[in-house]
């Protein structure tokens, strides 16, 4: 027995609707869209943040706290991230006990170092520390200028122990010395390279002989 061919929508003995879309528009409006206040677009509550973050930074709650727990120290320039997270500057010598205090209190808890890295401004070196706290959802960026004639600043491996093997990078990258640090030596460059090399830093030369360029033949 033959199968009978199935007819197409609008042949003759087929009613089914026949839906026609001229182009994208009608097919989109004839979605259906979520309920009033069920949606909310990821890029449009970005840039609210950020717009927020930029009129006002200083009334950051995290911000605040360190202005009332530390109302001698300038934590200016403060600024945000993109998303609206505290940026501050904290004084080399201060950080140690601005480290411990983000820590222990109760209403901040920043118990996670996420990064720390070195940056070269040429006159100026800086660290930056990347803080988050399992169990919130807040974050902060600390950072900390050094000269380049004393690139010293305490370690934070007491507060943060994950901050040991950044910190080992930033020295071998940038000559930053991180006091107190338990083991700070070279970690990606070779044990045998001298003193007063560090390959991130703008001023370094690389003295290596160069080498022959060779191409190989078509």
Avoid at 140 to 158: C, I, Q, R, Y
Avoid at 178 to 194: A, K, N
């Amino acid at each position: 027995m033959a199968e009978r061919s199935e007819a197409a929508p609008g042949q003759a003995g087929d009613d089914r609707p026949i839906h026609i879309h001229q182009d994208d528009k009608p097919l989109l409006e004839a979605l259906p869209l979520p309920a009033e206040g069920t949606f909310v677009d990821p890029k449009a509550k970005k840039k609210a943040a950020a717009e927020g973050a930029a009129e006002e930074p200083a009334t950051d709650p995290v911000v605040a706290r360190l202005r009332e727990a530390f109302p001698d120290v300038d934590f200016e320039p403060v600024a945000a991230t993109a998303d609206g997270c505290p940026i501050v500057t904290v004084p080399v010598d201060r950080w140690l006990e601005v480290a411990r205090f983000l820590r222990d209190d109760p209403q901040l808890g920043f118990d996670y170092l996420s990064d720390l890295c070195g940056v070269d401004y040429k006159d100026a070196l800086q660290v930056v520390y990347q803080l988050r706290g399992v169990g919130h959802r807040r974050r902060l960026t600390v950072k900390v200028n050094v000269g380049k004639d004393h690139p010293e600043v305490p370690s934070v491996v007491e507060v943060w122990p994950g901050a040991g093997w950044h910190e080992r990078e930033a020295f071998d990258m940038f000559g930053i010395r991180f006091r107190g640090h338990p083991d700070l030596r070279r970690i990606l460059m070779p044990p045998w390279t001298p003193d007063d090399v560090f390959p991130l830093r703008k001023d370094f030369v690389d003295r290596r002989p160069k080498r022959e360029r060779k191409v190989r033949p078509r």
